[in-house]
């Protein structure tokens, strides 16, 4: 492809993802001044068929466009990728957590990629599963409670820590301090015995029974290994290379850890992805997650009125829902609100606000009886003034 040609591609008046595939797809071959000619010509009749029209109602189209197939849409979870245990929610109650900006998806999972030589070793693939997986105390030894000393006593398994490739001190010290920390409990007092490999836990109140039951269940369950929201880590080998899926989510603790390809790693928690990586990030995964959701059901929808919805819940910088706690009930217009949910309480509020409705969405002009701003309703005929 010559230089005049390439100039043409950079020139045209089209979307930088077309011009891009446009140029993957012509650098690799020979073709003639006609054949280029013939190529731009057909894309330019496409693209131009496929814009949107001035005072189109791409809202109302793209509310179509997803509700109509949406009512096709099956209630159900799924075995995720074949891998045994681990669910997913899929169909419809996942488009409606993606809609409704869900904070905590019902089942939220990770698919983490690995770097280098850890994506193909599996002993290398199997040790960052371990420093990704929440494994708690009682996994690595013995724990014994002691009714007579009104101790709860932890007896390390060196063997264990050596294949799990932490040390014995980790643990020790691990453990009273994430007690501590995450579990805001602190109603004991520990003593360490690194050479026996030894915790003992004692209550600051030694005549209490339920005392002492409830620290050896927080000295059962804290983790001393891993990430604490990911319970579980299956390892799968996937054309050529070991791929991590989860059951739990932490994108920021997941990215500290060495060997994890953080280019590639992606979870289905849209606000947790909006947090770490940014609100573009965000968008992005609203569009992601939400065409993948319908693709999976066999519904194919334009990616077009998915990106308009997904515009609308991030363009003030934060993931927001549609609903009444969201965009819906943000409306500058207040019939538009009081049309959508709790009606009376709308209207009661703006009428002591002394709020005035200017008309000027599709909701309210519709309630009034009015042509709606939008089409022909758009457009205001002008006709100059004979002067005589």
């Known amino acids: 492809m010559d230089k005049k040609m390439l100039k043409e591609i950079e020139d045209a008046d089209l979307p930088f993802k077309t011009k891009n595939d446009l ?13 280029f000619d013939d190529i731009m010509g057909r894309i330019r009749i496409e693209y131009n068929n496929t814009r949107v029209e001035p005072c189109e109602a ?37 488009l409606i957590e993606i809609m409704d900006a869900r904070k905590n ?85 520990f003593e360490q015995d690194i050479d026996d490999a030894c915790l003992i836990f004692k209550p600051k109140n030694h005549d209490s029974y339920q005392n002492l039951f409830t620290l ?33 989510s932490n994108i920021k603790g997941v990215f500290e850890v060495e060997g994890v390809d953080t280019s590639r790693t992606r979870t289905n928690n849209i606000a947790e992805i909006s947090e770490v990586l940014g609100i573009e990030a965000g968008r992005n995964a609203i569009i992601d997650e939400a065409l993948s959701t319908l693709r999976e059901q066999g519904i194919q929808v334009d990616v077009r009125h998915i990106m308009l919805v997904a515009d609308m819940m991030c363009m003030e910088g934060e993931v927001k829902q549609i609903g009444r706690h969201g965009i819906a009930g943000e409306k500058e217009s207040v019939l538009s609100r009081a049309a959508f949910e709790v009606t009376v309480n709308h209207l009661l509020d703006a009428a002591i606000a002394n709020e005035e409705d200017i008309l000027e969405g599709v909701t309210e002009n519709v309630i009034v009886g009015q042509p709606i701003q939008l089409g022909t309703g758009d457009v205001k005929l002008i006709a100059k003034k004979r002067v005589a």
């Open 105 to 189: 998806p019902s089942t939220p999972t990770m698919t983490i990629h690995l770097e280098g030589d850890y994506s193909t070793n599996r002993d290398m693939a199997r040790e960052v599963s371990w420093q990704i997986e929440a494994a708690p105390l009682h996994e690595f030894g013995d724990i014994t409670t002691d009714m007579l000393e009104m101790v709860v006593e932890v007896r390390l398994n060196r063997d264990v820590c050596k294949k799990r490739k932490i040390s014995v001190e980790d643990i020790l010290d691990r453990a009273p301090a994430k007690i501590k920390e995450r579990s805001h409990y602190r109603d004991f007092e």
């Open 23 to 35: 140029l993957k797809y012509l650098e690799s071959r020979k073709i003639t001044r006609e054949q």
């Open 58 to 94: 791409v809202g109302v189209i793209a509310a179509q466009s997803i509700g109509e197939p949406g009512t096709q849409m099956t209630m159900r979870t799924f075995h995720y990728a074949g891998v045994a245990e681990i669910n997913v929610t899929l169909g419809l109650p996942r």
């Open 216 to 248: 050896a269940e927080y000295v059962r369950n804290v983790i001393v290994q891993g990430i604490d929201d990911i319970e579980r880590v299956v390892v799968r080998k996937e054309n050529g290379e070991y791929i991590l899926y989860t059951e739990g």
